[in-house]
T-cell receptor
């Protein structure tokens, strides 16, 4: 079956703009999580959605938001972009069962100039 | 506050030898641990996991060891192959939620 699909793969935005990233999970997976990866910081958890509800949220400012649709697809939005938001944004999906591995998409490389 | 730590940013190993990647955690509520491998420009791929009720899990050339009292886990790769060269992340899940906590990664280079 198809893996986790993230679009777009690459994006360049200017400071102050807003951006929306999309993630389509593996069919049947209802949990979608978002992570930010920057050099030296590893993967920082942004938020997790399950059945259209945000279940967990990381320590990111309110400029970072997300949502999940009834078909489990998820979008992440960042408003008023800052240079420091440049990063690889990764989406992961998993079954609703606890303690199962998450499957990652290839990520969206966002560059803010 | 980094609850999962990988203190070695990089590691070089000769082909055929053993690679040992280490990971420490601080939260005693973590009860499931995973290792992911990441190539440049790709998302992380799942390698192996271990539940807190076990102290060892093996899958082919990959073995993960868990020492709960020391809050330490390690990934052993033997024998190491050049294709194993990648960044390895350890991750943990708390028994109270579905959030993955990742370490900062260790870049492994296997020298032919």
């Amino acid at each position: 079956k198809a893996g986790v699909t993230q679009t777009p793969r690459y994006l360049i935005k200017t400071r102050g703009q807003q951006v929306t990233l999309s993630c389509s999970p593996i069919s049947g997976h209802r949990s979608v999580s978002w992570y930010q990866q920057t050099p030296g910081q590893g993967l920082q958890f942004l938020f997790e959605y399950f059945s259209e509800t945000q279940r967990n949220k990381g320590n990111f400012p309110g400029r970072f938001s997300g949502r999940q649709f009834s078909n489990s697809r998820s979008e992440m939005n960042v408003s008023t972009l800052e240079l420091g938001d440049s990063a690889l944004y990764l989406c992961a999906s998993s079954l609703q069962d606890k303690n199962t591995e998450a499957f990652f998409g290839q990520g969206t490389r966002l560059t803010v100039v | 506050d980094q609850q999962v730590k990988q203190n070695s940013p990089s590691l070089s190993v000769q082909e055929g030898r053993i690679s040992i990647l280490n990971c420490d955690y601080t939260n005693s509520m973590f009860d499931y641990f995973l290792w992911y491998k990441k190539y440049p420009a790709e998302g992380p791929t799942f390698l192996i996991s271990i539940s807190s009720i076990k102290d060892k899990n093996e899958d082919g050339r990959f073995t993960v060891f868990l020492n709960k009292s020391a809050k330490h886990l390690s990934l052993h790769i033997v024998p190491s192959q050049p294709g194993d060269s990648a960044v390895y992340f350890c991750a943990a899940i708390s028994n109270t939620g579905n959030q993955f906590y990742f370490g900062t990664g260790t870049s492994l280079t296997v020298i032919p």
